[in-house]
């Protein structure tokens, strides 16, 4: 039941705390008696009263407080403690819980609440509850109201106004785009550069690959030409050796006719003997050939070793023993039996071959070779010495064996130097060793072969601890 004040446009409500039996009436069961009381029928009876006998209770309605608020975090209820002024929700807050309290004693069944979310409410919603549970909300800023009616439908005098700011996730901000923004910007320039910096390397890749092609032709174009003085030279030396051996094969048989019918017999006897020499020489000469034709094919075998040098020695000597002994040379090999060195065996017996041959031929009857070795106070080194005390050689061939690259030679000095001396240099310098060519015109010649007496040591990368 309203009753209305005409005066001051109130309305008075009454509800069964007042005394009525039910909120609810029937539409036309009310009567006013003669003496002025009021009858109204309702679901559970009939109220009577006396108009001018209602007292309601006019004072001012109690304040509205918070009570209790809990916030979802973590799956945990946490309690914000204190005079709580406003609320800071994080993207991951679930819920948030509020309750709120009039403490109205005499009636409080008869007390509504209205509340309003300013930002996401647009009118006010009512309810008898005193809490409030939100989910979820959305990222942005609401401020949630809250009013309280007493008996008689008085208003509290205060309305609770609580600020709620609820954070968007970080990706969700504008920090997080602006963020991305600049990232992509600078992902961008990055790749620009990379783009840019890959280009001017395969730029400068085509270039480099471009200047090693140029400097491979023209280092080819060196080596053929080196080639082609080296086939030169070559060619000089073999025409000068073979044609120094083919002469005495010349007319042989008119000689050999004309001694026999001169009755000439020593004159014979000495021209097999030259003859007996010439096929050494010419043997000789093809026989370097061929290995110098096999090393520059590179299919010479190279198994370097620690060897026997007296061994080798006593090998070659016995095969140059008929020919030293048609010549009247004698042999010594003063070689001790324990001297070894690091080589290639093979290659070592065709350096001997050389150079005892060339000695027995250069040299007169009755003279001597001789090969012996000395480390000349150097432990890693042995020295291996073919002397003789033969005709020797005249300077201007002695300058050019003594050269290091046969192809800076003139060809002019090249007749007589033999191709033997040419294939001994390359030998010992494959062996990691060295030759050195002494002579005196008319004293004779010494060779010096220097080799390693060990195998040179391995280098290996120490791990980061040892050093």
């Known amino acids: 039941l309203m009753r209305l004040d005409k005066n001051s446009c109130s309305i008075d409500v009454f509800m069964p705390s007042e005394g009525l039996l039910s909120e609810e009436f029937n539409r036309l069961s009310h009567y006013q008696s003669a003496d002025g009381r009021l009858w109204f029928g309702g679901i559970y009876g009939v109220n009577v009263f006396q108009p001018e006998q209602l007292e309601l209770h006019k004072g001012p309605a109690p304040p509205l407080l918070f009570s209790k608020i809990e916030i979802l975090r973590d799956r945990k209820w946490q309690i914000l403690s204190g005079n709580v ?42 309810t008898k509850d005193n809490a409030l549970h939100f989910e979820e909300l959305l ?53 620009f550069q990379y783009r840019l910096t890959a280009y001017k390397n395969r730029q400068m890749a ?24 080296i086939k030169n ?47 050494e020489n010419l043997s000789s000469i093809l026989d370097n050939l061929l290995h110098w034709a096999i090393s ?11 060897v026997n040098l007296r061994k080798i020695v006593d090998e070659t000597i016995q095969l140059y023993a008929g020919m030293a002994q048609a010549k009247g040379v004698s042999l010594f090999n003063k070689v001790p039996k324990a001297a070894t060195a690091f080589a290639d065996a093979q290659s070592i017996g065709i350096i001997l071959r050389n150079l005892i041959g060339n000695a027995i031929k250069y040299n007169h009857q009755g ?37 290091r690259d046969m192809s800076t030679r003139d060809e002019n000095s090249q007749k ?52």
């Open 367 to 403: 003279h001597h070779v001789f090969v012996m070795t000395t480390s000349a106070g150097n432990a890693d080194k042995i020295t291996l010495i073919v002397e003789d005390d033969g005709i020797g050689i005249p300077p201007g061939q002695l300058a050019a064996f003594s050269e």
């Open 416 to 467: 007589g130097a033999g191709l033997g001396l040419m294939l001994t240099r390359m030998l010992i310098r494959q062996n990691g060793g060295e030759m050195k060519v002494e002579s005196t015109p008319g004293r004779g010649t010494r060779v010096s072969l220097t080799m390693p007496v060990e195998a040179p040591p391995i280098k290996k990368r120490l791990p980061k601890q040892a050093l």
């Open 296 to 306: 520059e094919q590179g299919r010479m075998p190279y198994h370097p070793e620690k």
């Open 139 to 191: 990222p942005g800023k609401y401020v949630l109201r809250i009013r309280g009616q007493a008996t008689g439908g008085i208003w509290a005098a205060n309305e609770l106004a609580l600020p709620i700011r609820v954070f968007a996730p970080f990706y969700k901000r504008v920090e997080f785009y602006l963020i991305m923004g600049l990232l992509f910007t600078l992902s961008s320039y990055l790749f």
């Open 233 to 279: 030279q070559l060619f000089a030396i073999i025409a000068h050796d073979m044609k120094n051996a083919l002469v005495t094969f010349r007319g042989v048989a008119k000689k050999v006719a004309y001694l026999l019918k001169e009755n000439q017999t020593q004159r014979l006897l000495n021209m097999g003997n030259n003859i007996d020499e010439a096929s």
């Open 85 to 126: 002024k406003n609320i800071e929700l994080r993207s991951e807050d679930r819920s948030l819980y509020i309750e709120f309290i009039m403490p109205e004693y005499r009636h409080p069944n008869s007390i509504r609440y209205s509340y309003k979310m300013d930002g996401l409410d647009d009118d006010w919603h009512y």
């Open 206 to 229: 085509l270039e480099k690959k471009v200047n090693e092609r140029s400097k491979e032709l023209l280092e080819k174009n060196k080596q053929l030409q080196h080639l082609d003085k």
